[in-house]
């Protein structure tokens, strides 16, 4: 069973529909209850979502906007306009200062978020860090495979994968393999975090290049330990 709850998942979620899907799917060849304890969610919850899905498939899976269709404390033309002018007038002054300035009743939020809406910068965009770009540079002039970063990743914390994992037995674990030069990336994958796991995969890895033509005398590996 997921160690989630489905209000957990969705809160993480960068596509709810995708989980809602898996759930009136269950719900469809399990029932209701069954679902709702797979799922960790009222069964009122698995009804809403699986009633929709029924009368509109997928796409009725998304979920409704919340925002109501009047707002009586919205701010009005006449405030934003002001607003505005007065970004122009003080310029480098922030949303804080300019409020303390001009003792106004609107929250420093809601003019910082004004601003936004209406193109008014508030800060400077910052410029790129030169360090970053001398080092594009320095790797630009390596040759390939002089370094390849390793890395490893737990699958599990993946909420929309948890589900699919658990039910078909996928692997938990991912082996990463990535050229600095090219951006050639490698994967590889497994049922625990080993030693061994990690080291049959940089084995296998090598052995790969090797029998292509790759020139790994002077490779740099880096691993995360």
């Known amino acids: 069973m997921c160690p989630y709850t489905y209000y957990e998942v969705m809160r993480k979620s960068k596509d709810p529909k995708h989980l809602r899907h898996q759930m009136v799917v269950y719900a469809d060849r399990y029932g209701i209850r069954k679902t709702a304890r797979y799922f960790k969610c009222s069964r009122n919850t698995v009804r809403k979502w ?12 998304e979920g409704l906007s919340r925002r109501p269709e009047r707002s009586p404390a919205a701010i009005s033309k006449t405030d934003r306009e002001m607003l505005v002018e007065l970004k122009k007038k003080y310029k480098r002054l922030g949303a804080d ?9 609107i929250s420093a939020r809601t003019i910082r978020k004004v601003w936004r809406e209406e193109g008014v910068s508030s800060r400077k965009r910052r410029k790129k860090h030169r ?7 320095v790797k630009k002039k390596w040759r390939l495979f002089q370094q390849i970063d390793e890395d490893t990743k737990y699958l599990n914390d993946i909420p929309e994968y948890y589900f699919s994992m658990k039910k078909n037995r996928l692997p938990t674990v991912q082996f990463t ?37 790759a020139d ?10």
Not at 50 to 61: H, M, T, V
Not at 97 to 105: D, N
Not at 216 to 225: A, C, G, H, P
């Open 97 to 105: 200062a300019i409020r303390a300035l001009e003792g106004l009743s």
């Open 216 to 225: 790994l005398s002077r490779t740099v590996r880096q691993t995360d330990n």
């Open 131 to 137: 360090t970053k770009q001398n080092l594009r540079e």
């Open 50 to 61: 699986y009633r929709r899905w029924k009368g509109g498939g997928y796409r009725a899976l």
């Open 177 to 213: 393999a990535r050229d600095v030069t090219s951006g050639l990336l490698y994967l590889g994958f497994a049922e625990d975090r080993s030693l061994t796991n990690a080291a049959l995969f940089a084995s296998y890895l090598n052995r790969k290049l090797q029998q292509y033509g």
